[in-house]
Nanobody
């Protein structure tokens, strides 16, 4: 599957952005989806994941209550709504796909087989 992430940009602290991740396959509903981010000089980190059906999610503590992941299987697209953004959220955000209708949400990068190209999110103070 090919993934295309979009929606990044420059926003002031406290603002919002909505990222999208469009998948190329109609089997999108068989993939768990995740968002990761990588800030300059830091390792890639897990942000949030959602299972294939959308009824299970898992958030990193740093984004709980501010970010919301969702998916629309009819549109082959996953979304990341980011509210109350902070300068420390500045990073390149990547969407990723994990094949299989699993009962859990994958939280490690090694669990995802397919990756999008990344979209830059910059939050100014």
């Amino acid at each position: 599957v090919q993934l295309q992430a979009s929606g990044g940009g420059l926003v002031q602290a406290g603002g919002s952005l909505r990222l999208s991740c469009a998948a190329s396959e109609r089997t999108f509903s068989s993939y768990g989806m995740g968002w990761f981010r990588q800030a300059p000089g830091k390792e890639r980190e897990f942000v949030v994941g959602i299972n294939w059906s959308g009824d299970m999610t898992y958030y990193a503590d740093s984004v709980k209550g501010r970010f919301t992941i969702s998916r629309d299987n009819a549109k082959n697209t996953a979304y990341l709504q980011m509210n109350s953004l902070k300068p420390e959220d500045t990073a390149v955000y990547y969407c990723a796909a994990d094949w299989g209708r699993r009962a859990v949400v994958a939280t490690t990068s090694g669990s995802y087989q397919y990756w999008g190209q990344g979209t830059q999110v910059t939050v100014s103070s």
